[in-house]
């Protein structure tokens, strides 16, 4: 079946820094892909939708100059954290569309910000 | 606006009993119904889903869910549960013209599988 991957699966940084979160379809193009954010024993909250070739689109209430979303290929999408705060703290997963519908979902980035 | 909901937080069942997380969505139209699991610290896994046809699907790990569209529900369910299968649920749904198959998700609903 289609894989998608992230990189990193966790992340430590320091409050101010940047932190750029990479997710690739491993097996399959995808000229869309999608992040998300979730809170512990939460549901996953969409953030954006990356869209290779042009502009991400931002759900209302995330910040775009914050999360930066670039869809570099048919294979990869960044999501750069900038200025990170302990608020920022959270699961981040991307997902992919399969050819039947569904979503292929990485295995998720776990960010904390000291 | 479409919305999907999962009422229950937590559903606790014995092994070997039969399982059913329940899901129920308002939406205008012939939606796309999906069940997700997640492990903890993990992405999601597609489970099963519903786009046309036969009314009961099944899927992964022995799972089925029925879609009953006058009763706007898609609950899933299990014959004979097991501790494995304790993990977050989500129930979700989706549109033919969403841009990406855009999905739109439930809270989620933990299963506890008790030995």
């Known amino acids: 079946g289609a894989v998608v991957s992230q990189h990193p699966s966790w992340v430590i940084c320091k409050s101010g820094t940047s932190v750029k979160i990479e997710c690739r379809s491993l097996?399959?193009?995808?000229?869309?892909m999608f992040w998300y954010r979730q809170f512990p024993k939460q549901s996953l909250m969409l953030m954006a939708t990356s869209n290779e070739g042009s502009k991400a689109t931002y759900e209302q209430g995330v910040e775009k100059d914050k999360f930066l979303i670039n869809h570099a290929s048919l294979t990869l999408s960044t999501l750069t954290v900038t200025s990170a705060h302990p608020e920022d703290s959270s699961f981040y997963i991307c997902?992919?569309?399969?050819?039947?519908?569904?979503?292929?979902f990485g295995p998720g980035t776990r960010l904390t910000v000291t | 606006a479409q919305s999907v909901a999962q009422p229950e937080d937590q559903v606790n069942v014995a092994e070997g009993n039969p399982l059913t997380v329940k899901c129920t969505y308002s939406v205008s139209g012939n939606p796309y119904l999906f069940w997700y699991v997640q492990y903890p610290n993990r992405g999601l896994q597609f489970l099963l889903k519903?786009?046309?046809?036969?009314?009961l699907v099944k899927g992964s790990y022995g799972f089925e869910a029925e879609f009953n569209k006058s009763q706007t529900s898609f609950h899933l369910k299990k014959p004979s549960a097991l501790v494995s299968d304790s993990a977050l649920y989500f129930c979700?749904?989706?549109?033919?013209?969403?841009?990406?198959?855009?999905?739109?998700f439930g809270g989620g609903t933990r299963l506890m599988v008790k030995p």
């Open positions: 979700a749904v989706s549109f033919p013209n969403n841009a990406g198959n855009m999905l739109t």
């Open positions: 519903y786009i046309t046809g036969d009314n």
């Open positions: 997902s992919a569309p399969g050819p039947t519908y569904e979503q292929y």
């Open positions: 097996d399959f193009q995808a000229t869309t």
